[in-house]
């Protein structure tokens, strides 16, 4: 992980970029600790509280440790704390009683993106939490690809949206980086999120409390085995497993064969109980005969243990296929499960408020990106692979 910078800066030197102020949610606890003894001339021996206080409790507030004023305006004047805005939260119960719960949150430059909190039963919950505003990879089942990539999130950001929710009362056991974007595209940011989410004096999630998810970024899956989290989980995408419906509705597909995306997961596997992840977004008249089972079945079989999820489509603004019926996905479960997987029917959650998978970047936060746009200057805003 490239470590962040933070070398006492000569005294009234205010080149842009050189007197930024350290991201306390950016930053593992050791690094703050490190930049708090370079930069600070007292008060650094508060940098485990400050670091606790800002990723447990959502605060920052160095006068209430009792520092004195000098040692108090040097931790504002040097580092930064800065939670993403709430927006606004939009709730749906599902059929058990438990809340679907939609957080669209606001970066400090205006840009909006979405947290949404899955509750699993009826007390726990898992954060479905986003990499970047907007994607890239265009997935035409996926509201989300239809927005373009804006920006990447940066880990500040990422860890800032968990922090922010907590700071509502939510308390997510478990985060699945599965919401706007794909996560492996953002790869730098997202290693040092997971870093700053596992520090035994912040968050402290324990590795197999995170899930990353992916539509196929072989890169980004190589890099992630380097990291050698035996226990973090996985998850593919897949959605197709032949290469004409995948390519067909999954751009990525034209760039990465199944056959490279296979080999890949075979690598990252790094324990022999490890359940790889596999995501089945099940679209009636593109990707739900028997066949595709068959074919599903047949590209799981080299890579070990695997859950299969299947998927309901959730319908967005512009459907490419109405959602299965119950007997269809039923079926559908059978044939996969008549192949040899373990099989998990996902019941649909928070389709009503656009929360569910694949609906993450309503209508009117897209018409509100579009407006954006108009107004950027050329070249201030990420390009799309959709544009
Ligand atoms: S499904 Fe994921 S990777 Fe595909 S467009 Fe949507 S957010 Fe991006």
């Known amino acids: 992980m490239q470590a962040i910078s933070c070398r006492r800066r000569p005294p009234r030197l205010t080149l842009v970029g050189v007197n930024d102020p350290v991201e306390i949610l ?49 931790w504002r004047d040097s580092f930064r704390f800065r939670l993403p805005t709430v927006s606004r939260v939009i709730e749906e119960p599902t059929e058990r009683g438990a809340l679907v719960r939609k957080a669209i949150l606001v970066t400090h430059d205006g840009l909006e993106f979405e947290t949404v909190d899955v509750p699993i039963g009826t007390r726990r919950s898992s954060l479905c939490v986003s990499t970047q505003v907007g994607c890239r990879m265009a997935c035409r089942f996926c509201e989300t690809g239809r927005m373009g990539l804006l920006r990447n999130l940066t880990a500040a950001e990422i860890v800032g949206q968990v922090v922010a929710v907590r700071a509502l009362g939510w308390k997510p056991r478990s985060i699945v980086f599965m919401g706007m974007g794909e996560a492996l595209d953002n790869a730098d940011e997202l290693l040092r999120a997971l870093r700053i989410l596992t520090d035994r004096n912040g968050l402290a999630f324990a590795h197999d409390r995170l899930t990353v998810c992916t539509v196929g ?53 790094q324990r022999d109980n490890f359940q790889l992840g596999v995501h089945y977004c099940l679209m009636p008249g593109i990707n739900a005969t028997e066949r595709d089972a068959r074919a599903v079945a047949a590209f799981c079989r080299p890579l070990g243990r695997v859950l299969v999820q299947v998927i309901p489509y959730n319908p967005g603004s512009n459907p490419i296929a109405r959602p299965p019926t119950d007997h269809k996905v039923a079926e559908f479960v059978d044939w996969l499960r008549d192949a040899g997987l373990r099989v998990r029917r996902r019941i649909t959650k928070g389709r009503g408020v656009m929360a569910a998978c694949g609906q993450l970047g309503d209508p009117a936060l897209r018409a509100r990106v579009r407006e954006r746009r108009t107004q950027a200057e050329p070249g201030e805003l990420s390009n799309s692979a959709t544009e």
């Open 217 to 269: 970024h072989v890169a980004g899956i190589q890099r992630l085995a380097e990291l050698g989290w035996k226990r973090l989980n996985l998850s593919i995408s897949l959605n197709a497993a032949d290469e004409e419906t995948r390519r067909a509705i999954m751009p990525v597909a034209g760039r990465t064969t199944l056959g490279e995306l296979q080999a890949a997961l075979v690598t990252y596997r």
């Open 26 to 74: 950016g930053s593992t606890s050791e690094e703050l600790a490190g930049c708090a003894r370079e930069l600070l001339d007292r008060g650094a021996g508060c940098a485990a509280r400050i670091y606790r206080c800002a990723h447990r409790e959502g605060r920052f507030d160095p006068d209430g440790l009792g520092l004195g004023t000098a040692a108090s305006a040097g």
